[in-house]
Nanobody, 125 residues
Framework: VQLQASGGGVVQAGESLRLSCAASGRTLRGVAVGWFRHVPGKEREFVAASSRTSGGTLYSDSVKGRFTISRDNAKNTVYLQMNSLKPEDTAVYYC???????????????????WGHGTLVTVSS
C-alpha cells in the first residue's frame, strides 16, 4: 500500500483543516487506517484510527471531540477533519495503514506496516 498525505497548512487557533490520505496499490476495505503526529524531540503520537474489521473509530484524549477520522472507499481515501485547532496540535501528521493490526494495537505506531509521508500542520495562537 502506498499512502500520500496532503492538506496540511498554517491556520490560526480555532480554525479547521481537513487532511487527506490517498491510498494506492490495494483497496482500503478491510484495512485499518490511522493518523499519527510527530513533533521534533518527542515520540510519534497516536491521533485517530479506524479499525479494519468493525470500522469503529478510536481517538486520543487530546483530540477527542475535535477531530474526526473517516473513509471514502470509492476514492480509496481516508480523511482527518480537524476542528477547533490549538497551537499544541502543531506537528507533522502521518497516515498509516495495516491489514492485520488488532484493535488493542492501534495506538502503537510500531504495529503499523505502511506509512505515508507527513504533512505539516501549523496552528498559530
Amino acid at each position: 500500500v502506498q499512502l500520500q498525505a496532503s492538506g496540511g497548512g498554517v491556520v490560526q487557533a480555532g480554525e479547521s483543516l481537513r487532511l487527506s490520505c490517498a491510498a494506492s496499490g490495494r483497496t482500503l476495505r478491510g484495512v485499518a487506517v490511522g493518523w499519527f503526529r510527530h513533533v521534533p524531540g518527542k515520540e510519534r503520537e497516536f491521533v485517530a484510527a479506524s479499525s479494519r474489521t468493525s470500522g469503529g473509530t478510536l481517538y486520543s484524549d487530546s483530540v477527542k471531540g475535535r477531530f474526526t477520522i473517516s473513509r471514502d472507499n470509492a476514492k480509496n481515501t481516508v480523511y482527518l477533519q480537524m476542528n477547533s485547532l490549538k497551537p499544541e496540535d502543531t506537528a507533522v501528521y502521518y497516515c498509516a495503514a495495516d491489514a492485520s493490526i488488532i484493535t488493542s494495537s492501534l495506538r502503537n505506531p510500531i504495529h503499523w506496516d505502511y506509512w505515508g509521508h507527513g504533512t505539516l500542520v501549523t496552528v498559530s495562537s
